[in-house]
């Protein structure tokens, strides 16, 4: 896949060119000199200069988009897509700001917020959250699937958890924010006081039991910001 970036930021296409200007792509009707990103599912992001031919590249400044280049005209669709099979290798960091981007994008909309990730890291992630939030790993085959789910108002708990997974990641497999998940009963209900010790709980009185949290389910990932 063809990425532009601030940094590496003209894909020659023939004789036309596609100029990076801020966030926005611009065509422009005359050859240019390459410098644009090879993103290679599995191997890593590399820097290019030759002529392309391919009408679909990606743009990771800002949000991460999808264009399509078709009879001149451009075509902007969502592009979170840039980071399945995403490997730290080579310049990935030229792209974490468009994937900061997104989630910052997203949890400044979200009320229940959720992430899904499937990805490989040097040791289990071991992450402490408060009330209202809740992240769940499960041990796969190729690594770990990972669930985030953040109640209202704990936005910025939630955005820095999926952050720190993609820090911490070598190699992510899926991803996806707005994903459909089988959260806890508990994270939808308003914080409750400390059962009273059983001193103060009177005659006939038993102490209250908290419901055990179900555990998370592999969400549907369909459903993407």
């Known amino acids: 896949m063809y990425v532009l970036t601030p940094r590496f930021n003209t894909l020659p296409l023939g004789e036309m060119c596609v100029k990076l200007v801020g966030e926005v792509p611009v065509v422009l009707n005359e050859p240019c000199q390459g410098r644009y990103l090879v993103l290679k599912r599995g191997e890593g992001v590399y820097p290019e200069s030759a002529s392309v031919e391919e009408s679909v590249f990606y743009v990771a400044a800002g949000y991460p988009k999808r264009v399509e280049l078709n009879d001149g005209a451009l075509a902007v669709s969502d592009g979170l897509g840039l980071f399945r099979g995403f490997a730290k290798r080579g310049v990935w960091w030229e792209l974490a700001r468009a994937f900061n981007a997104a989630l910052a994008v997203y949890a400044s ?117």
């Not at 993609?166 to 994270?187: C, K, M, N, Q, W």
């Open 109 to 225: 909309r979200c009320i229940y917020c959720t992430a899904y990730m499937e990805a490989v890291f040097k040791s289990r992630p071991r992450l402490q959250v408060g009330n209202g939030v809740v992240a769940s790993f499960e041990k796969t085959q190729v690594g770990y699937r990972a669930v985030v789910v953040s109640g209202p108002g704990r936005s910025d708990v939630f955005k820095w958890v999926v952050e720190t997974l993609f820090r911490i990641s070598t190699y992510i497999h899926e991803v996806a924010l707005g994903a459909t998940v089988d959260a806890p009963l508990s994270l939808y209900l308003p914080p409750t006081r400390p059962a009273p010790a059983e001193g103060w709980l009177g005659a006939g009185r038993r102490p209250l039991i908290a419901t055990p949290q179900r555990t998370l389910s592999a969400p549907n990932t369909t459903a993407v910001l």
